[in-house]
């Protein structure tokens, strides 16, 4: 099954899919990587066929994959190797119409390969500062960073983000928060702050529901005085 059944895109700021999704080659066996419905959502609501899309936190291929089914030209980025094979052997399926989608190792912190204002819509998921660590110790590797640092870098793709954008599009990524002792610390608000500094407007705050999280279950039975953490932001900003 290459597409989803019956699909209807979202039409409210609130988004849940219990069911993550499974068509084409998607599958919840890389850590960390999102639900298809959601960049399905974002690419058919912010470009159109024939555009191209930037994921430069490529992971396992999410976004690749639906760029491929929703004939849209798509650059995949992953500082490392392992995800964009992971992501080039997903994308090895065949539909009606071949867009161009093109993989490569780099640093989400440098573009240069791209040239300024050439891509119609970003579409990513980069990692909540180091909750998740994708690599053991490559350097760049931002998932590996405290938080301090971690958004000192996010500030570098921002910028680069808002670099190879056209004026008149838009960015998207996702992201959640975290607990230390307790207390929330806001990584996403943190995030959008580095967009908007950046530049970009903010078009849209979408509230994604968590499902099937690591987390939830430790804590669920444990003796807590805190809410446990059932959301992620999705910011929409526009150039």
């Given at each position: 099954?290459?597409?989803?059944?019956?699909?209807?895109?979202?039409?409210?700021?609130?988004?849940?899919?219990?069911?993550?999704?499974?068509?084409?080659?998607?599958?919840?066996?890389?850590?960390?990587?999102?639900?298809?419905?959601?960049?399905?959502?974002?690419?058919?609501?912010?470009?159109?066929?024939?555009?191209?899309?930037?994921?430069?936190?490529?992971?396992?291929?999410?976004?690749?994959?639906?760029?491929?089914?929703?004939?849209?030209?798509?650059?995949?980025?992953d500082i490392n190797p392992s995800a964009i094979s992971i992501a080039q052997n997903n994308l090895q399926f065949l539909?009606?119409?071949?867009?161009?989608?093109?993989?490569?190792?780099?640093?989400?912190?440098?573009?240069?390969?791209?040239?300024?204002?050439?891509?119609?819509?970003?579409?990513t998921h980069p990692p909540y500062s180091n909750i998740i660590h994708y690599s053991f110790g490559l350097p760049g590797?931002?998932?590996?960073?405290?938080?301090?640092?971690?958004?000192?870098?996010?500030?570098?793709?921002?910028?680069?983000?808002?670099?190879?954008?056209?004026?008149?599009?838009?960015?998207?990524?996702?992201?959640?928060?975290?607990?230390?002792?307790?207390?929330?610390?806001?990584?996403?608000?943190?995030?959008?702050?580095?967009?908007?500094?950046?530049?970009?407007?903010?078009?849209?705050?979408?509230?994604?529901?968590?499902?099937?999280?690591?987390?939830?279950?430790?804590?669920?039975?444990?003796?807590?005085?805190?809410?446990?953490?059932?959301?992620?932001?999705?910011?929409?900003?526009?150039?």
């Amino acid at each position: 099954m290459l597409e989803p059944i019956n699909f209807t895109p979202e039409e409210t700021t609130i988004w849940s899919f219990p069911n993550r999704g499974n068509w084409a080659t998607h599958s919840g066996n890389y850590r960390g990587n999102w639900s298809p419905y959601i960049p399905r959502n974002l690419i058919t609501r912010y470009s159109k066929p024939g555009d191209w899309i930037l994921d430069q936190f490529v992971g396992s291929g999410t976004t690749l994959i639906e760029a491929k089914l929703l004939n849209r030209n798509a650059i995949g980025i992953d500082i490392n190797p392992s995800a964009i094979s992971i992501a080039q052997n997903n994308l090895q399926f065949l539909t009606n119409k071949e867009p161009q989608i093109q993989t490569k190792v780099a640093t989400a912190t440098d573009l240069s390969f791209i040239s300024s204002e050439t891509v119609d819509f970003i579409c990513t998921h980069p990692p909540y500062s180091n909750i998740i660590h994708y690599s053991f110790g490559l350097p760049g590797d931002i998932s590996l960073l405290k938080d301090d640092e971690f958004f000192d870098e996010l500030y570098k793709v921002a910028g680069e983000s808002y670099r190879v954008l056209k004026p008149g599009k838009y960015c998207a990524f996702m992201m959640g928060d975290r607990r230390i002792k307790g207390n929330v610390v806001p990584l996403g608000f943190m995030a959008m702050n580095c967009f908007k500094k950046a530049g970009f407007n903010l078009k849209e705050i979408i509230i994604k529901e968590q499902h099937n999280c690591r987390s939830t279950r430790k804590w669920l039975n444990a003796n807590r005085t805190f809410l446990l953490l059932a959301h992620e932001y999705i910011f929409v900003f526009y150039k």
